[in-house]
């Protein structure tokens, strides 16, 4: 079974960082596409970032490109969302999945949650102005 464990994020001011982990257990990440996905009120759940734990190739939204960046550590069996420039508009509550690596192949939208069989509990980012 396997089980994924977010921590980090928290509060800051427009124009901060933060940074969210997920810990995987019970699978080996090099054979899993991980990707976040965040939630804000009232609106659409939105794919953030993807990153093959295989290859090591990621996958941005348009809206965090460039600010944010999403790393594996296959030491810790984990991956990490580095978070910077951020705007009011990225306030949500994260979460993690994890999907069979063949969700983060060049001819498959990463985006589709449903592709995903695992998710984390969420955590919290919130931007202040």
């Known amino acids: 079974q396997v089980q994924l464990a977010e921590s980090g994020g928290g509060s800051v001011q427009a124009g901060g960082s933060l940074s969210l982990s997920c810990y995987v257990y019970?699978?080996?990440?090099?054979?899993?596409?991980m990707t976040w996905f965040r939630q804000a009120p009232g609106k659409e759940r939105e794919a953030v970032a993807a990153i093959d734990g295989g290859d090591g190739i990621v996958f941005y939204a348009g809206s965090v490109k460039g600010r944010f960046t999403l790393t594996p550590d296959k030491l810790q069996n984990s991956v990490k969302l580095q978070m910077n420039g951020l705007r009011q508009e990225d306030t949500a509550t994260y979460y993690c999945a994890a999907g069979n690596r063949l969700v983060c192949a060049f001819d498959h939208d990463w985006s589709r949650s449903d592709d995903y069989n695992y998710w984390g509990r969420g955590a919290q980012v919130t931007v202040s102005a």
């Open positions: 019970g699978y080996d990440i090099s054979r899993l596409c």
